[in-house]
């Protein structure tokens, strides 16, 4: 395009792209859409959408993101906190608890931490429960 930079597209882009395409049929190329926003996803992104998929309850394709996410970025506590969140409204209390004890390690925020604890003092009395 004369005069406008070429600007690659970024996560939320193309996730929206691949959306649209498979609504419109063509999975093909909304699973090439999806494997490349994954390469230029950053951590916010990856998160920030999972949320949207847990609202949406999509929480499968949001565990799937947080799970990447997590791999990807393993030394931040907020990947490793939503992926228990996602797991937890899964109702995968094990998985949850793994989760949130690794975002607990990492984390330094006081509050957040607080936060984190409350939520894995209630996932391992619901764990003894069932």
């Known amino acids: 395009m004369d005069g406008v930079p070429s600007v690659d597209p970024d996560f939320i882009e193309l996730r929206v792209r691949a959306e649209f395409l498979e609504l419109c049929g063509d999975s093909e190329t909304a699973e090439k859409l999806r494997l490349r926003s994954l390469e230029v996803a ?3 992104d990856l998160t920030c959408y999972s949320y949207q998929l847990m609202w949406r309850n999509l929480v499968d394709q949001a565990i799937d993101l ?3 996410a997590a791999l990807r970025f393993p030394d931040s506590w907020n ?3 939503t992926l228990g969140e ?3 409204q899964r109702g995968d209390v094990q998985h949850a608890i ?3 004890a690794k975002a607990l390690v990492l984390v330094d925020d006081e ?3 607080g ?6 003092r209630d996932l ?3 764990g003894a429960m069932s």
């Open 79 to 81: 990947a490793w906190d």
């Open 86 to 88: 996602a797991y937890a």
């Open 124 to 126: 391992i009395a619901l």
């Open 115 to 120: 936060r984190i604890e409350r939520g894995l």
């Open 42 to 44: 950053r951590e916010v």
């Open 111 to 113: 509050g957040q931490r």
């Open 98 to 100: 793994e989760s949130y």
């Open 66 to 68: 947080l799970e990447r």
